[in-house]
């Protein structure tokens, strides 16, 4: 009745259920020599905060035309650890005069970013109580983080730079982009 249903003669129909059985763990075992082998559980390097800013390594960062403030990266701060993770100093001033300074992190696999101390004068961290890592978000104001990932750390669509390639864009870039 079946053998009907697809035209086949009688008898085909077992042959060729047999042969489909037969042939998905071959099938199976096939495609798992071509897939990629599973990966190590993520675990972040040792975190050690940098000597604090000086205004001599601080190269400037333009984020958009929108932006109220002015934004630096310490030169001196940038690392690129075995994690993945790309570090480095912010230096944030405000019109008004204010300064803030983070040591933050950005991982690029995941999109997202961490905060791990905030500057406080005379040139001491203290560690942030905030621990978890955030998802970059693209805004057009205060757009820093998705600017340093997108244009200078994590390309999209291109081989992830060294850190001697990062230092060098944001050096010629001088900070317009």
């Known amino acids: 009745m079946i053998s009907a249903l697809f035209r086949l003669p009688a008898g085909v129909l077992p042959v060729a259920i ?13 495609t798992a020599l071509f897939e990629d082998e599973p990966k190590a559980p993520w675990s972040e390097a040792e ?3 940098p000597a604090y800013p000086a205004d001599a390594s ?7 035309p ?10 001196k701060s940038l690392s690129l650890a075995a994690d993945g993770v790309v570090r480095f100093t912010l230096v944030v001033r405000t019109q ?17 970013r961490r905060l791990y101390a905030v500057g406080r004068k005379p040139g001491e961290w203290v560690a942030s109580r905030n621990v978890d890592w955030r998802q970059i978000e693209e805004k057009t104001t205060n757009r820093v983080h998705a600017a340093l990932a997108k ?3 994590c390309p999209p669509g291109m081989m992830r730079p060294g850190l001697g390639q990062i230092v060098e864009s944001l050096r010629r870039d001088g900070g317009v982009r």
Do not use: H, K, M, W
């Open 18 to 30: 047999a042969g489909l059985l037969l042939a998905a763990p071959a099938s199976a075992q096939r």
């Open 66 to 75: 929108t932006a109220t403030a002015r934004f630096f990266i310490d030169e």
């Open 151 to 153: 244009d200078y750390f």
């Open 96 to 112: 008004g005069g204010a300064e803030n300074v983070s040591y933050e992190g950005i991982r690029c696999e995941t999109a997202e």
């Open 47 to 49: 975190v050690v905060f």
């Open 58 to 64: 601080l190269i400037p960062l333009q984020i958009g």
